[in-house]
């Protein structure tokens, strides 16, 4: 029996799921009467081929010949830097009338800003899974996860989720923390540039999300230092994340077989030209090169300078209606799971298209084909 017809013979939808432990409960808690039930996470047993290169063309160049690159913003009802370095807050700009100019514009201004929050998007939110595709290709090819739930006929869609009877988030049970910083699936060969993420349903309070400028992280450090970095590469992996599917958490499915790149340690934005930290405790495993006390002395160090950061730091507290945007290739984020009490549900979803393989800060230095 091949390994893809184990999983499969293990696997059950979460619709699948909730149906049965709704009907335990009260009328409320049908899953007919969820607004947002043909959008809970399914685990098809499907075997995707791995993915081929692309080449990848960056919404957000069009804009930097744009007369006012930041015209979208024009009729917006309030505009808020969330902190100095990161993350912009958004009233009055409704992202589902956006036209392609519009949305070039906004890949620019994400892409400086890092991170920014539209509220009252439920006009966005309610137009549905074809409307989602079809505005993430605008940004680049569509990354379909390998191992998570999406909706039934939409492997594009990233959904996590959580409620009362299950959870299908990549967590570390035995964490002291929830919080683990990280860029989405970096041991993609093209790793994810601007990247929409919603919540369906959510908590009264908590599940939040935080977020970090991995500009600001490098910018924190001296001159000689970056200059070292900027000469290293270091192996991200999907391995990981495979094999805690595997052991039959979090939908037990394994889609597409998990891979390993090296990418540079400091990348170059291909529109800002901005210089990011690429690591992350999550997938990255060991720096290209190093005696293996080396790599994890200098691995820790950025992991715990990017954990102290608060001062490049940004929290999104999600309100019902908020669209939050940010470019994978210069930020890092990490869940909160401060809600596990309330047993609410929370749900959301990621249109996540690919981009660029990652740029060296350092021209010229090699990476493995
Ligand atoms: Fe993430």
Avoid: C
Avoid at 40 to 45: A, C, D, E, G, I
Wanted: proline share 7%; no cysteine; net charge negative.
């Amino acid at each position: 029996m091949s390994t893809v017809e184990t999983i499969s013979e293990t696997t059950q939808s979460v619709a699948a799921l909730s149906l049965r432990s709704a009907s335990e409960g009260t009328k409320a808690e049908q899953p007919e009467s969820y607004r947002y039930a043909h959008l809970l996470p399914h685990f098809s047993p499907a075997h995707y081929p791995p993915l081929v290169p692309f080449e990848h063309v960056d919404p957000g160049s069009r804009a930097l010949k744009h007369a006012d690159p930041r015209a979208f913003l024009a009729n917006a009802s309030s505009v808020v830097e969330l902190t100095p370095r990161l993350g912009t807050e958004v009233r009055g700009v409704s992202l589902a009338g956006l036209d392609s100019d519009g949305r070039d514009q906004l890949a620019l201004e994400v892409a400086r800003r890092g991170l920014m929050v539209f509220r009252d998007q439920g006009e966005f939110i309610d137009k549905g899974p074809e409307a989602y595709l079809e505005w993430g290709r605008h940004f680049g090819r569509l990354h379909v996860h390998p191992t998570s739930g999406h909706p039934k006929d939409y492997p594009q869609i990233h959904l996590v989720y959580r409620d009362a009877n299950s959870t299908f988030n990549f967590e570390i049970n035995d964490s002291i923390t929830s919080t683990v910083w990280h860029s989405d699936v970096s041991y993609e060969l093209q790793p994810p540039g601007l990247t929409t993420f919603f919540l369906l349903s959510q908590p009264t309070t908590g599940g939040d999300t935080l977020f970090t400028s991995q500009v600001s992280t490098l910018k924190k450090l001296s001159p000689s230092f970056v200059a070292f970095l900027r000469t290293l590469s270091a192996v991200h992996s999907g391995v990981e994340q495979a094999e805690f599917s595997r052991s039959g958490k979090r939908g037990g499915i394994v889609r597409r077989e998990p891979v390993e790149h090296v990418h540079p340690l400091v990348r170059r934005h291909p529109v800002t030209g901005d210089e990011a930290l690429y690591v992350n405790k999550q997938f990255t495993r060991r720096i290209v090169g190093l005696k293996k006390e080396e790599s994890e002395t200098i691995l820790k160090f950025l992991y715990d300078h990017i954990d102290r950061s608060g001062d490049l730091q940004a929290r999104v507290k999600w309100e019902p209606g908020t669209v939050v945007l940010w470019d994978n290739r210069v930020t890092a984020h990490s869940a909160i799971v401060d809600y596990g009490e309330s047993k609410e549900r929370r749900h959301g979803a990621r249109i996540t298209p690919q981009a660029e393989r990652p740029i060296p800060a350092l021209e010229g230095l090699e990476l493995p084909q």
